[in-house]
C-alpha cells in the first residue's frame, strides 16, 4: 500500500458527515459486494468523485448530463464543499444516494463504484490515481498529471498494471477546432513541422502580497493537516490553499503546470509526440520575492529541441509567443487557441471540421469528453486522453521548471524517462512525500 494507513475518520468529521455517509455500515455493505465487470452499452456506469472544489463540481455537472451514469459518492476534506456536492447530487437525481466521505480511500474501497473522478489539487493526483488504479477503478483525472514526473511514471505504471481506462482533463482534444488544428499539421499540409510556440498564462499578477504573521488558523469545516497530505507541513494560510493552492511549489506549478495539460497537448497531438518527448530543455523565469505569499514563477521562457530538428517554445509572459499552440511548418502555419483559429491558408479558418479531401489522417474524435471517457469504459478501448498521452504532454512543463530552477540545460531521454548526464537525476524527478505518505 503506498498511501498511509487508513486512518479511523475523527468524531469530529463523523459527526459532521454523518447525515451525508452512512458511515462505517455503509462501508462494509459496499465492501461485501462483488467488483462488477465491464458493462452492456445501456448498463449504468456507477461513479464517485474525488475533490469537490473548482474542477469537482464542473466534472460532476459533466458526467450528471450523462443519463448512464450515476454519481453516488462525494469525497472531500473540506466540509463544504462536500456537503454542497452532495446535496448538489441528490437534488440532480432526486434522491439520497449520493453519499460523502471524507477519506478517499473510503470510496476506493466501495466495489459498487465502476469509476471515480479525481479534481483534487495537483499534490495529490499520485497518491489518489495509483490507490483508485489498485482497486480496479477506472479513472478520469485531472492535469496535469501529477505534480512531479516521477508520480507521473508511478500512475502510468499502476493504470497499466491494472488494466484501467484513464481519461485526462485535457478536453480540449474534444474540441473540433483543436483537432482540425492537428489534423493539418499531422497532415502535412503545413509542410515539414520547424517550430512550435506554446503560450500560456502569465502571473499570478499580485507580487506584492507577503506573508503575513501570525499565521491564521484553519476554519473549522476544513481537515488542513488531510489537505496538505504528503506536501510540507506549512501554517495555514487561507491564500494558498483553495484554487490558490497552485501559486506555491508546495503544492502546484504555477500558470506553467496549470497550462501545460493543455496547449502542449494540443502542441503534442499534432507533432505526433504522444508517447515520445524533448531532447534537451533550458529555460528563465522571474520568480517571487523569498517572503512573497506565494512562489511560483510568473514570467518564463522554455526553449526545447524535438527530434527532427524541431524547436519549440513554451512562454507565459512573452509578447512575441502568442497564448495557444502555434506550429510553423516549411509551407505554412497553424495557430489555435480556445478563442480562436488561424492559419496561413486561411480557407482552412472556415472549416468546423476539416473537409475529406484534405483529411490526410483521421486524429481520434470525440465532441464530448465526459461522454468518451464513459463510452471507453464500457468499450475498454482508449480514451481521447489516455494517461500515457497525458504523462508526455506534461513532462515539457515539468522538465521547463527543473532547467529554470536549477539554471542547466537538461538532455532527457524520453524513452527511458530520464536526465542524461545529471548525478541527482531521481531527485530532480521526484520530490519527497511528508510521512506517512509514501508512493511505492
Ligand atoms: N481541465 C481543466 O480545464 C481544469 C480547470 C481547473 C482545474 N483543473 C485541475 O483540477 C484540479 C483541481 O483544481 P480546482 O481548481 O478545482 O481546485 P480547488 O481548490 O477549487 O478544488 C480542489 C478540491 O479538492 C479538495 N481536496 C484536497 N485534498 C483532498 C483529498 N485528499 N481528498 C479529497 N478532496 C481533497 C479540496 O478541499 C477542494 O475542495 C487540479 O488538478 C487542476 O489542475 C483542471
Redesign the pocket.
Known sequence: MDTAPCRPVSRRYFLRTAGLAAGGAAFLTACSTRPRTPRLAAERIQLGV??????????AEGFMRQADCRVLAA????QN??ADMVKKVNTQYSNQDCRG????REILARTDLDAVM????????G??ATAAARQKKDIY????LARTIAEQQAIVRAVQQHQRIWQ?????RSSASFQKAAEIVRGGLIGRIKRVEVGLPSGPGNLTMRVPRPAETPPPE?DFD??L?PSAKVPYRSFQ??????WNYNT?GGQL??WI??HCDIAHWGMDCDRSGPLTVSGVGEFPPADAAWNTCFRYRIELQYPKNISMTIAGGHSDIRAGTKWIGTDGWVWVDRGGFEASNPDWRDFKDLPEELRKVHLYTSRDHHRNFLDCVKSRQPTITPVETAHHSAIPGHLGLIAMQTGRTLNWDSQRETLLGERDAAALLGRPFRSPWKLT
Open positions: 474525488i475533490g469537490c472544489g473548482g474542477m469537482g463540481n464542473g466534472n469525497c472531500d476534506v473540506d464543499h462536500l466521505y471524507h477519506d478517499f479525481i479534481a483534487t489539487p495537483d499534490h495529490w493526483h497518491l489518489i483525472g485531472e492535469k496535469p485526462t482533463g485535457s478536453w480540449q476544513l488531510f489537505w497530505g490553499v483553495h484554487e490558490r493552492w497552485r502546484g503546470l496549470d495539460g493543455h
